[in-house]
């Protein structure tokens, strides 16, 4: 057995009825495949990792794995994930969102999560556009571009994942690409093992919704236009305007539920 | 033989809120998250007082009410007995995720301490006026229950009941108090953990390969797996199977749908409750809740010392609705009035059952007031 249909038999269900929902090109099931592997590489027991997923097509990727899953509600997925990790501090909490998920109706709950440093891990599936629902505009699609409801291209200034998730004191930041593979396994995997907060973009192209509406001929195209307008953040020369990837935030503040756990043995060995 | 000496209850002087926590802790809840918001923030302060001093409890402030519901979802379906609490703004932000804990069967406690309203409205005074956003808040057809508290006394008991439920028929379970009933204080009495039944929900009794999380089960109740347990289940809150994946399926949708009523319609002598107070004989009869029912004791015991044959009716359970107890007296009493601060959330229920057997009297008060036992009395007479 190659050892992809290995991952396959062990980290898929098998009474999942498959086919999936992803269209062909889509990044999501990148991300999938690296979240898989990197689950793999760090020998956690599946038992233990929970998927915790917003709504959207990101969303329907919990169905799939053979971990505990919860396809939540809109926006609210790490509601529902800091809830998890309090209750039970030994699970692996992995929060699977797409850019509406996670910056526009759960905006708030993604800076709250950052400031109370929950020890979840956050995945925002960034396709600059609302997939599901037919190709809406969302707070990370770029000024300018079409969608369904920026026909004459969008007027408003987009949120920069990584900016904000600093700004709210994420543990950890970082971002890359569903081009990027290796590199994103490489992130998966610290953002995963990270105590506290950890967000981790992923630019992942929509071909469907995003590419036909602004002029992307095709899918190959599409992931093209990552090659070439992502640099590495540490070979970022000042002026390049390309989109940096790498680790952009890297602090090492104690989880809330390792100081929730602190607190209630203090108080215990009071009484 | 010996006589067994009796135990003394412990006695604490307390507010309706402080009965509620008291309640939650007692019937095992170790998790609770919510966001200020008046007249319900006093259960909040005692969680957070409390909970980080028991053995595995967690307390949290969340940003907002949708989060809180959302924790005290997530850590239900961790195998957690769940609590938030909040008041009128607050209960309509959680009734998108209540309709999720319904779909998923996740069993919780909602308590909402009512105010007046709509918005901001009354922050401080009584009312009632959210019964039927209980009932029917969230989006789709759905079962809940709703259950109301009209004494101190009662606020802990209820709890204990509505924790009971929850976990019994895994479901959502909203607790309806008033203002003045969360503020009221009064003395009630500790029950000791022997002294409750204290329920929690049914484990998987097969290993993994067997399971299935939303099989059909004895009750209509499927047992359920703890996340970490080794199940490795899917929720989701688009209709499932009994693997718990999504179905579009029409039979498959029907069953579900069919179970999620069944399985509360079917114990309608356990999730029914009512007190029954001087009914035996009564020709006249007043159906309340929370802390107009109160007001309505005191106006039987007036109208009784007159010589009047009056009983009254507390609905302790709001939802499902009381048919049988109600349908009794439609056919008893000739007059049956239903006095409550709204515009008739209540009464139209009572009408409902009543189907023109009998004369159906309402009283109602908006003005942020409590009806007192003279204006029941005025209108019973
Ligand atoms: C409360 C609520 N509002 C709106 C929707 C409709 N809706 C479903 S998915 C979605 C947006 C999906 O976009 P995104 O989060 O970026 O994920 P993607 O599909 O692109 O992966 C919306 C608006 C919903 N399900 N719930
Ligand atoms: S619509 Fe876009 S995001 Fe959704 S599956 Fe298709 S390509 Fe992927």
Redesign the pocket.
Known sequence: MSDVTKLIHEYLRHNKKFPHVFCAGCG?GIVLGSLVRSVHALQLQKDNVVIVA???????MAAYVDFNTVHT???RALTFATGIKMANPELNVICV?????????GGNHLIHAARRNIGVTALV???Q?????GG?C?P?TPQGDMSMTSPFGSLEQPFDTVELAKAAGANFVARSTSFHANQLDKLMQQAIVHPGFSVLEAL?P?PT?YGRKNKFRNVVDMYNWLKKNTVKVEKQKEGDTRIPTGVFQNLDRPGLEERYVELRQSLQAEE | MAHRRRRKRKEIFAQGNEAVAQGALLAGCTFYAGYPITPSTEIMEIMAQRLPRTEDGVFLQMEDEIASMGAAIGASLTGRKAMTATSGPGFSLKQ?LIGYACMVEAPMVIVNVMRGGPSTGLPTSPAQGDVQMARWGTHGDHPIIVLSASTVPECLEMTVVAFNMAEKYRTPVILLIDEVTAHTREKISIPFEDELEVLSRMQPAVPPEWFKPYAEAARGVPAMAAIGQGYRCHVTGLTHDQMGYPTSRPDEVNEFMTRLFRKIDNYYHDVLIVDEYQLEDAEYAVVAYGCVARSAHHAVDQARARGHKVGLLTLKTLFPFARPAVEKLCMQCEHILVPEMNMGQISREVKRVNNGRTRIRTLNRVDGQIITPSEILKAIL
């Open positions: 999501h917003g709504i959207g097509c990101s969303g329907r509600a809109h926006g969102m797409g850019d509406g998920d996670a910056l526009s109706i599936l960034n396709n556009i609302y997939g599901m629902t809406q969302s990370a992942s929509c919704q | 998108e």
